[in-house]
């Protein structure tokens, strides 16, 4: 399962970089890097005219939680050695009228084994409707995995992406999902490639959508100080940051979701 999941990864990657670059006329960058134990990862970026900053990554590591995460992660108290594999996405469009986005799914393997991941937006301006329309197309994929996982999904990622410190959403949810691995791997791990295809297909028809709209210096200045609610979450809450960080994983790589620009007022 864990060289499958690693295969599916790499080909979402190599799919959603060739969807994200037949918008731009900047290639994407590629860097390779090393972990410290074993393995490491491919980082992609691109500093577009549609997509102002984005990154995809890619990474497979291994080695052994230090004892502070040994209490956090699930099996590693049994056993520190762990194996993890996964896609991180991450792009901040230069309309104010698209979103921010932001998707992973990854397998981790310790004494146990189980998928995670999930997505969500950033709106900035009004998007009342196609936030309709995400959840609506989200439970669809949820119920036909579990008909009792959406809400659940759903509010983990409400409860998750929230800045506490403004009690206020970073956006307008999504699904997070940790923890996945039941009696039928063969379906999780279906889940789990669902959810991948639809954040290509999603994320590739709001791009279409509102790329060509026009937008004002005052949306724009909306859009900045929405981003800098998104440099707040990152820092303070962000789990995956956080164990990048605490596993010796690729700093440029780990803080790649940060946007180009932001505001604070």
């Known amino acids: 399962m864990f060289e499958d999941a690693k295969t599916w990864f790499e080909h979402l990657?190599?799919?959603?970089?060739?969807?994200?670059?037949?918008?731009?006329?900047?290639?994407?960058?590629?860097?390779?890097?090393?972990?410290h134990e074993k393995g490491g990862g491919l980082m992609t970026k691109i500093n577009g005219n549609i997509i102002e900053k984005g990154g995809i990554n890619i990474s497979t590591v291994s080695g052994k939680f230090n004892e502070k995460m040994q209490e956090k992660i699930l099996g590693a108290k049994d056993d520190p050695s762990f194996s993890a594999t996964g896609i991180s996405v991450v792009l901040h469009p230069r309309s104010p009228h698209i979103p921010s986005m932001h998707f992973n799914t990854r397998f981790l393997s310790t004494t146990k084994t189980w998928f995670g991941g999930g997505m969500d937006l950033t709106p900035c301006l009004n998007f009342e409707n196609e936030t309709k329309d995400f959840h609506k197309k989200l439970k669809i994929i949820c119920d036909e995995f579990d008909i009792n996982c959406y809400e659940k999904y759903k509010k983990w990622?409400?409860?998750?992406?929230?800045?506490?410190?403004?009690?206020?959403?970073?956006?307008?949810?999504?699904?997070?999902?940790?923890?996945?691995?039941?009696?039928?791997?063969?379906?999780?791990?279906?889940?789990?490639?669902?959810?991948g295809r639809f954040f290509l297909e999603h994320s590739c028809n709001l791009i279409d959508k509102f790329k060509d709209e026009t937008w004002t210096?005052?949306?724009?200045?909306?859009?900045?100080?929405?981003?800098?609610?998104?440099?707040?979450?990152?820092?303070?809450y962000d789990r995956g940051t956080k164990f990048g960080l605490e596993t010796g994983g690729n700093t440029e790589a780990i803080l790649m979701s940060m946007p180009p620009q932001a505001y604070w007022k």
């Open 157 to 195: 990622c409400d409860d998750y992406f929230f800045l506490k410190h403004r009690n206020e959403p970073r956006g307008v949810g999504g699904i997070f999902f940790d923890h996945v691995f039941t009696s039928t791997p063969e379906n999780d791990f279906e889940f789990v490639k669902n959810v």
């Open 13 to 35: 990657r190599d799919r959603l970089v060739e969807k994200i670059q037949s918008y731009e006329s900047q290639a994407f960058v590629e860097k390779k890097w090393s972990h």
């Open 217 to 236: 210096d005052h949306q724009k200045e909306i859009q900045l100080i929405k981003r800098g609610r998104y440099v707040e979450f990152n820092l303070l």
